[in-house]
């Protein structure tokens, strides 16, 4: 017990000594370090050598710190965010909203799909709220249709490193008929899973751009399957694919390079 | 492996990634191997300091605003920040495309400063995101101007490929740094993300030493071969404007 609660303080006086650093005094050295946080010279200098290695801190060439670039790249991760967000979220509701489904925007990450928002859709009847927030790649649609635009390499990649593990009735366990859908998607700018995942689920993608000109991102509409029948897929897709084109515009994306 | 409360707290915050910003409780417990208990704990204490935040619905933890705050701090105390940010933005207004100032961090390139073009969003960079050096124009003219030491031992860490047309053969490498110095500034075409683009020029210091980039990274379709010329004329011109502030910051 004892133990936890130096740790709790570890992490406290660690956080402490992070937030001495202002604009009036950016520079800071051990000792005064310590003597504000109230620590002794040896506990101070564990916690400043754990923040030093983790780049959290910088030494100067007199030995005194200022903080690092670690820091920043916490602050661009706010920011980027909360511009992903603004730009995402109406598109999402009207979406969610005309299709009468549960919408998502997804992002790949290493071999999984994550989505960043849901939009829950008003059915009374909601069988998902299983599905987690990280998927993989393969029996999702969204995660095939940001794995097609990846490019040859990084498609090969994936395959080598992980293994087509069946998750639904129709998960494609095998590499070569991977390959050969995720071709026909780039084709045909959109993906469909049809119980790839889980029994009785259908999800379709279209990939969004921004101003590179790459696929970054993927919106997916997810249902059951008694009510997004194969009938109306082509409708899902022609939406999807409108809302698509209004995030990527934000996104920056110019309209005269067409996808696929 | 084993690490200390302070080193699982910082892992904590770094699983807050642009990709996933927010993540509950016993997300954070599994990926960092943790128990849920400690995790509670780590959180309670960040949380307490205001580095992360809960939200009241869904439960989820953010980063906080004292990263905002710092992150200020980091930006305002840094000479080459402020010494580059008018040249920056006049760049960016010549050539209507994100510009960057780029630095290196061990074997990283790290954006210390951007400026996004009329382009509302970027997904591909924010600041301080963390680049590999070998296939982004920014890693690759900063290399060039590194001691052959810290080159080899770049080198020996493999170069991993993002793309078909990234270099992954060290004498390859080598010869374009060669270019690199010789021309005064690096092209980048598709080498990290397909489709994307990029073009860096050196920024000295007032011992004459390579320590920083100016960046700018845009669709291929903006930035290419046609287009490089008069862009590279521009990202000359501003890096040395910054050479010279710094110079003056200096003195």
Redesign the interface.
């Known amino acids: 017990m004892e133990k936890?609660d130096?740790?709790?303080s570890?992490?406290?006086n660690?956080?402490?000594i992070?937030?001495l650093?202002?604009?009036d005094e950016?520079v800071w050295g051990v000792t005064e370090m310590a003597e504000r946080v109230g620590l002794s010279k040896s506990s101070a200098h564990r916690?400043i050598a754990?923040?030093h290695k983790?780049?959290?801190l910088e030494r100067e060439k007199n030995g005194k710190y200022?903080?690092?670039?670690?820091?920043?790249?916490?602050?661009?991760?706010?920011?980027?965010?909360t511009?992903?967000y603004r730009?995402s979220l109406p598109i999402l509701k009207e979406l969610a909203e005309e299709l009468g489904e549960t919408v998502h925007i997804n992002?790949f990450?290493g071999s999984h799909v994550?989505y960043?928002h849901k939009v829950e859709c008003k059915q009374p009847v909601r069988l998902l709220s299983d599905i987690g927030?990280r998927n993989p790649a393969h029996c999702s649609s969204a995660g095939k249709v940001l794995l097609a635009?990846?490019?040859?390499?990084?498609i090969c990649?994936f395959l080598q490193k992980n293994e087509l593990r069946s998750y639904g009735p129709n998960t494609i366990t095998d590499p070569e008929d991977l390959l050969d859908n995720l071709m026909q998607i780039k084709r045909q700018g959109y993906s469909i899973a049809v119980e790839e995942m889980h029994e009785g689920v259908v999800s379709i993608a279209i990939p969004v751009s921004?101003?590179?000109?790459?696929v970054?991102?993927a919106i997916s509409v997810v249902g059951p399957l008694q009510r997004m029948t194969e009938n109306r897929f082509s409708v899902y897709v022609k939406t999807l694919q409108k809302s698509g084109r209004k995030l990527s515009e934000?996104?920056?994306y110019?309209e005269?390079?067409q996808l696929g | 492996m084993r690490f200390t409360s302070l080193e699982n707290a910082l892992r904590l915050l770094d699983l807050l990634s642009v990709d996933e910003p927010e993540l509950g409780i016993y997300e954070m417990a599994e990926r960092l191997g943790i128990a849920d208990s400690t995790a509670h704990r780590l959180a309670t204490t960040l949380m307490s300091e205001g580095f992360i935040t809960q939200d009241p619905n869904t439960k989820l933890y953010r980063l906080g605003a004292s990263v905002l705050a710092l992150g200020h701090v980091v930006t305002g105390q840094s000479k080459l920040y402020t010494a580059s940010k008018a040249a920056l933005q006049l760049l960016v207004n010549q050539s209507n495309e994100t510009a960057h100032i780029g630095v290196l961090r061990e074997f990283d390139v790290v954006y210390l400063n951007k400026i996004e073009c009329s382009h509302p969003i970027r997904l591909l960079s924010h600041l301080g995101k963390r680049n590999p050096v070998h296939c982004t124009s920014s890693g690759q003219v900063l290399l060039a101007h590194q001691p052959s030491s810290y080159i080899n031992a770049f080198l020996q860490r493999g170069l991993e490929q993002y793309t078909s047309r990234t270099i992954t053969d060290p004498a390859a490498l080598l010869k374009r740094l060669e270019r690199i110095k010789e021309q005064g500034f690096s092209f980048c075409e598709e080498e990290m993300h397909e489709g994307a683009s990029s073009l860096s020029a050196p920024v000295r210091n007032r011992k004459g030493q390579v320590t920083a980039c100016v960046t700018l990274a845009g669709p291929m379709q903006r930035i290419n071969q046609y287009t490089a010329s008069k862009l590279v004329k521009l990202i000359i011109q501003t890096a040395n404007e910054i050479s010279k502030q710094l110079d003056c910051a200096g003195r």
């Open positions: 936890r130096y740790s709790l570890s992490v406290r660690g956080m402490k992070l937030r650093f202002t604009a950016p916690l754990t923040l983790q780049g959290y200022r903080l690092g670039l670690a820091l920043l790249s916490l602050t661009g991760i706010i920011t980027a965010q511009e992903l730009e992002v990450e994550v960043l927030k635009y990846q490019g040859q390499e990084a990649r921004d101003y590179t000109g790459g970054t991102a934000k996104l920056g110019i005269s390079v």
